[in-house]
C-alpha cells in the first residue's frame, strides 16, 4: 500500500475528487492511504501564522521557513519528498510510473509566493510542476499529480493494457476510439475496425497514432521518431 501525506493549509479539500471513481475505490479497499496535514497546525502564535512579508521587499507574502520546516520534521519520515511549484520539472507518463514506485509520498503544498528558499535547501525536494500556467495553492496540483500516480498502482485498474496503449505512454499519442452505433449522425467507425484482422487494425492505430501526433504535438513526434534512430 502507498502511503500518502499532504502538507497544506487547507486539509480539508482532500481527497477532493481523489475520492471518486477508481481512486476513489482504490482509497477505500486500501491500496493507498490518504493523510492530509495542516501546516497551521505548527505556527508558534494564536493566530496560526505561516507566512511573513519576504525580505528585500516585494509583492505577496512567502511562507516561514520555520512554520514549514516543522511540519515536515513531524511528518516525513521516508519517501519521496515532493514540493509543487511552477518552478519544478515538468510532470510526465515516465515521472507518474516512477513514483507510483514508492511505497511512501509527502506532498508540499504551499499558497501565497512562495515558500522560504531555506527549505528548499535543507530538504531533498523532488521540485514538480503541472504545467506553465499558475494555480490559486499546491493542492490542485498534488490532486492531479496523485490521480496520475494512484490509477497505475498494481490492482486499481482492472485491465493492464488500457495502460499501454495510451497517450505518452509509448511516445506517441493514443489512436482513436470507436463504439457503438456504428453510424451515427452520418459517421461511421472505420471499416478496418471491423474488419477482425487484428494486425491491420494495430497497423491502423499504429498509423493513426503517428499522425495524431505529428500535427498536434511535433515535439513528442521528434522524440520518438530519434529514438527510432538508435
Not at 521557513?65 to 516525513?76: P, S, V
Not at 515538468?90 to 513514483?99: F, G, I, T, V
Request: with cysteine.
Amino acid at each position: 500500500m502507498m502511503k500518502v501525506k499532504v502538507l497544506t493549509l487547507y486539509p480539508e479539500m482532500f481527497p477532493g475528487f481523489l475520492g471518486f471513481s477508481l481512486t476513489g475505490k482504490a482509497l477505500a479497499e486500501g491500496k493507498w492511504s490518504l493523510e492530509a496535514v495542516n501546516i497551521r497546525d505548527y505556527a508558534t502564535d494564536k493566530y496560526g501564522s505561516v507566512d511573513d512579508t519576504p525580505c528585500g521587499g516585494g509583492a505577496g507574502m512567502v511562507m516561514r521557513a520555520d512554520i514549514l520546516g516543522a511540519a515536515i520534521d513531524a511528518n516525513y519520515q521516508k519517501g519521496k519528498l515532493i514540493y509543487m511549484t511552477p518552478k519544478g520539472k515538468p510532470l510526465s507518463q515516465e515521472k507518474l510510473h516512477e513514483l507510483a514506485k514508492e511505497e511512501s509520498l509527502t506532498i508540499v503544498c504551499n499558497r501565497f509566493e512562495g515558500v522560504d528558499e531555506r527549505v528548499l535547501e535543507e530538504y531533498a525536494f523532488d521540485e514538480i510542476s503541472i504545467g506553465d500556467y499558475i494555480l490559486t495553492g499546491g493542492e490542485q496540483a498534488a490532486m492531479i499529480m496523485l490521480d496520475g500516480v494512484v490509477r497505475l498502482l498494481d490492482g486499481v485498474l482492472g485491465n493492464k493494457d488500457s495502460v499501454a496503449s495510451e497517450s505518452f505512454e509509448n511516445g506517441l499519442l493514443e489512436y482513436p476510439q470507436y463504439t457503438r452505433p456504428i453510424k451515427w449522425k452520418g459517421r461511421e467507425v472505420p471499416e478496418i475496425l471491423l474488419s477482425g484482422h487484428h494486425q491491420n487494425i494495430k497497423d491502423w492505430q499504429q498509423e493513426q497514432s503517428l499522425n495524431i501526433t505529428k500535427q498536434r504535438r511535433p515535439d513528442l513526434f521528434k522524440k520518438y521518431i530519434d529514438s527510432k534512430k538508435g
